[in-house]
Nanobody, 115 residues
Framework: VQLVESGGGLVQPGGSLRLSCAAS????????MSWYRQAPGKERELVAV????????HSADSMKSRFTISRDNTKNTVYLQMNSLKPEDTAEYYC?????????WGQGTRVTVSS
């Protein structure tokens, strides 16, 4: 299983980014997907999860109004739309999937929110 994130970068406060995570080596439509983030000096935290068929997206309470997870099973890709970004959203963002009891992570994509 390989997960490859993209779409990070430098954005001003109030801006938007859409992260992508492309999966390979797995029957993508059979598994839920998640986004996590880890800010410098902090623990990794869950950002959002989505069911295998995309019918049950859920974002963490603190980000629910700004972050939306979605997926396209025809493209084996999960997305994280981030709006109204704040400096405290600065972090490395990772996608994750648990396949047959084994957790897989991508290499991460860096998001920096700064003026």
């Amino acid at each position: 299983v390989q997960l490859v994130e993209s779409g990070g970068g430098l954005v001003q406060p109030g801006g938007s980014l859409r992260l992508s995570c492309a999966a390979s080596g797995v029957t993508f439509s059979s598994y839920g997907m998640s986004w996590y983030r880890q800010a410098p000096g902090k623990e990794r935290e869950l950002v959002a999860v989505i069911s295998s068929d995309g019918s049950s997206p859920h974002s963490a309470d603190s980000m629910k109004s700004r972050f939306t997870i979605s997926r396209d099973n025809t493209k084996n890709t999960v997305y994280l739309q981030m709006n109204s970004l704040k400096p405290e959203d600065t972090a490395e963002y990772y996608c994750n999937s648990v396949v047959v009891g084994i957790g897989y992570w991508g290499q991460g994509t860096r998001v920096t929110v700064s003026s």
